[in-house]
């Protein structure tokens, strides 16, 4: 006599069917169980086959189909061959449909889209680690943005925020001497965003920074004619590649990050029209 198999069907990959079926499965952990799972069900002609290979063998089908056709279609041929069905997915539709005021997408693969939006988040977050501060010019080719500017200018928050959003942010900080990577003039100037700042607002920035490290907020670092100068051969170095420049004197975090992003995705719109 063939096993005890729990067959484990859906309309996407099947992973929370199956899921599903191991949790239940290991409640009977005296009773031989085997687990088949069946993904990517777009047709009768499918669950046809599925019920056919069923009929052979004790067993209890679950699934995870969203596709409300198929779903009775398989509802219906099972009982008529005396096949136990469980809808895993359909009574929490309906539970939820009746406090939600959207109706259900009924698309299959929804938590597996998910999953890729979450990994692509994870990426750009480690992308935007990986190319802070001018560490490793050479992800600039990669990056969605490479934000440039002097220090404390909010590089890293913003890079940061961005890959909270799923783009990958590179930044370099301008400093007059040190020599700028090749990588920074082998991109599109398009590619590129530079920030700069109120000399006056920079120089609060750096002094409470200094205090907070207990150094003196008298150092040269946050001094006013050192900041000009900064800020002097910065906009030169954005002169010179060409780049969009964003002042961030009195912005947020969030209200930057709107504006890059802004540019990011017109740059991108470009690239798929050309």
């Known amino acids: 006599m063939a096993g005890k198999i729990i067959y484990a069907i859906s309309d996407s990959i099947g992973e929370t069917a199956e899921a599903v ?14 687990i088949i799972r069946v993904p990517y069900i777009s047709g009768e002609e499918q669950i046809d086959v599925v019920l056919q290979e069923a ?35 359909g009574p929490v539709l309906r539970a939820v449909g009746t406090i939600a005021e959207t109706k259900p997408r009924l698309t299959a693969g929804m938590v597996h889209k998910l999953d890729q939006e979450y990994f692509k988040k994870v990426e750009a977050i480690e992308f935007a680690v990986k190319y802070d501060d001018g560490k490793n010019p050479s992800g600039f ?45 082998r991109i599109p100037p398009k590619k590129i965003v530079g920030l700069i700042i109120d000399p ?19 150092a040269n670092y946050a001094s006013v004619e ?32 709107a504006m ?7 740059n991108k719109t470009n690239e798929s029209r050309d």
């Open 21 to 34: 079926a191991r949790a239940t499965a290991s409640q009977y952990d005296k009773e031989q169980l085997d």
């Open 55 to 89: 009929q052979g063998n004790e067993c209890v089908i679950c699934h995870t189909i969203v596709s409300v056709s198929l779903r009775n279609y398989l509802h219906d041929k099972a009982e008529k061959l005396g096949l136990e069905t469980v809808d895993i997915m």
């Open 141 to 185: 080719e990669k990056a969605d943005i490479v934000i440039i500017g002097v220090s404390r200018t909010s590089k890293t928050p913003l890079s940061m925020y961005l890959a909270y959003k799923k783009y990958k942010a590179a930044n370099l900080p301008l400093v007059p001497e040190v020599p700028l990577p090749d990588e920074l003039f």
């Open 200 to 218: 006056f607002k920079l120089n609060n920035i750096r002094s409470e920074r200094l205090k907070a490290i207990g150094l003196e907020g008298e």
């Open 226 to 257: 050192r900041i000009e100068e900064e800020l002097a051969y910065a906009k030169a170095v954005m002169r010179r590649v060409h780049c969009p420049v964003l002042d961030v004197s009195n912005k947020s975090i969030e209200e930057t990050a």
């Open 260 to 266: 890059v992003m802004q540019i990011i995705d017109r």
